[in-house]
């Protein structure tokens, strides 16, 4: 048996005994060292989007504990993160590059049990034979600490939101929201040599957006907030934006920043289900409205390059550490958008 946080439904999540899974001939279960809690995360557990029961995570890195029989390749204590999906690289989907529309990228995961959801908030997580075999688990280097390594994911997907975008060297781009994904992608684009110009509506976020690269930041209920973009983009408006926060006034705020002919990028799910689109704005300044979900598997190698090389530090954006037990205190800090709380990490095998 093994610990893990079962969710019995919205806002119940119970740390219990569960069976540690069992494992066909091609599957590999890795010891979970620890495991990120993202916004996704807290999506799931607090509204009603999927059915019970069910254990999360999907930001996990640790060791390899069994192997099934036909496995190659992997071995016991060997230090891996882990993809929590893989496309099945052959479909319409994933031969036009759009992998996390690829209905094999959508339906295997790894599991912990119950229907596969992740599995990371567990002791131990499966990864099915089609992940072993296709990417699913990444070697982690002896320099690499397991905490940054659980990043990888992430990290992918921002930079995948990025090159989405087709940002480029000496642009200047408008990021709405400095939480773990904004953060992560201020991040990225320093690294890339793009000016970043950021806003969010909790003040203690502002200075750490700064702090990890970003060249402004402003309150998004800054009335000044146009005319303050307009000064730094030399009257002609940002060259895009990216909204990892997603709501009415950020749609609006980046439509009002980003001038004719950019682009809006959209990373993260609407807190509003709906919002007013003026497509005649669209039409007549040429802006270009895009959607990023998930992870590009043609990005891989420049996400492990970028992150196992320490190109950024993502540590910059690790605020608390739980154990696993503590999950429900985790997700509340996230929710309430404690100060200075940003990037939190749980760590399964911290058993009290």
């Known amino acids: 048996m093994m610990k893990a946080q079962v969710f019995r439904g919205v806002n119940q999540l119970s740390y219990e005994d569960v069976p540690i899974p069992t494992l066909d001939a091609d599957e590999v279960l890795v010891e979970v060292e620890v495991v990120g809690l993202g916004r996704e995360d807290l999506a799931r557990i607090r509204y009603p989007l999927y059915s019970p029961p069910r254990i999360f995570g999907h930001q996990i890195a640790g060791k390899i504990a069994a192997v099934g029989d036909l496995v190659e390749d992997w ?72 905490e940054p390594a659980s990043f990888l994911y992430p990290v992918n997907c921002c930079l995948k939101a990025i090159k989405k975008a087709k940002v480029s060297a000496g642009q200047i781009i408008f990021v709405a ?12 684009l320093k690294y890339f040599g793009v000016r970043s110009v950021v806003v969010d509506c909790h003040p203690h976020r502002l200075d750490k957006a700064l702090q990890v690269g970003a060249e402004a930041a402003f309150l998004a209920s ?16 940002v060259d895009g934006s990216l909204l990892s926060i997603s709501n009415e006034l950020t749609y609006s705020q980046a439509l009002d920043c980003t001038r004719k002919g950019g682009k809006i990028l959209v990373f993260s799910e609407f807190s509003d289900y709906s919002i007013t689109i003026n497509p005649n704005l669209l039409y007549r300044r040429e802006i270009d409205l895009l959607g990023s979900h998930g992870a590009d598997f043609q990005l891989q190698s420049q996400a492990i390059d970028i992150l196992f090389n320490q190109r950024i530090d993502v540590e910059l954006l690790i605020s608390d550490r739980y154990p696993l037990e503590d999950l429900p205190k985790a997700v509340d800090r996230i929710a309430k958008v404690v100060p200075d709380t940003y990037k939190i990490l749980l760590y399964p095998q911290d058993v009290r």
């Not at 993809?83 to 479909?91: E, I, Y």
């Not at 790894?110 to 992940?131: D, E, R």
């Open 75 to 146: 071995s016991l204590g060997q230090r891996v993160a882990v993809m929590p999906h893989v496309p099945c690289f052959r479909c319409h989907y994933c031969l036009s590059g759009k992998f996390s529309l690829c209905k094999t990228y959508q339906d295997i995961t790894t599991t912990s049990g119950f229907i596969p959801s992740g599995g990371g908030f567990a002791q131990y997580v499966k990864v099915p034979g089609h992940m072993v075999r296709n990417g699913g688990l990444i070697d982690v280097p002896e320099r690499v600490s397991l």
């Open 222 to 237: 800054d009335r000044d907030l146009h005319t303050k973009v307009n000064y730094l983009s030399s009257g002609l408006g």
């Open 177 to 188: 929201g400095a939480g773990p994904r904004g953060l992560l992608a201020i991040l990225l």
